[in-house]
């Protein structure tokens, strides 16, 4: 089972210009642990979120939900059309 919260730990972690290893020393949990969190590997649990968000500057919500300035990211992937490919190879 994958966890979404860790992906949105991971995103607002790189917003603040966080490293993990910042961000575990303040919450108090090991680099390898908060690593296996932004990868979705294991459920934090309320208290960890707390205190995750807590460092974070944002609310539990934002984490879980994704709500804040979490819902302003948005990710754009262009797909080149196969024809344009082959006309600059040409």
Request: net charge positive.
């Amino acid at each position: 089972m994958k966890y979404w919260v860790g992906e949105r730990i991971c995103l607002l972690r790189s917003m603040k210009r966080l490293t993990q290893g910042n961000l575990s020393a303040e919450v108090g949990i090991s680099q390898g642990y908060l690593s296996k969190l932004e990868q979705g590997r294991f459920d934090p649990g309320f208290h960890l979120v707390l205190r995750i968000a807590r460092v974070l500057g944002c609310t539990i919500q934002e984490l879980a939900e994704g709500d804040g300035p979490l819902k302003q990211v948005t990710m754009t992937v262009v797909v080149e059309p196969e024809n344009k490919a082959r006309e600059a190879n040409a």
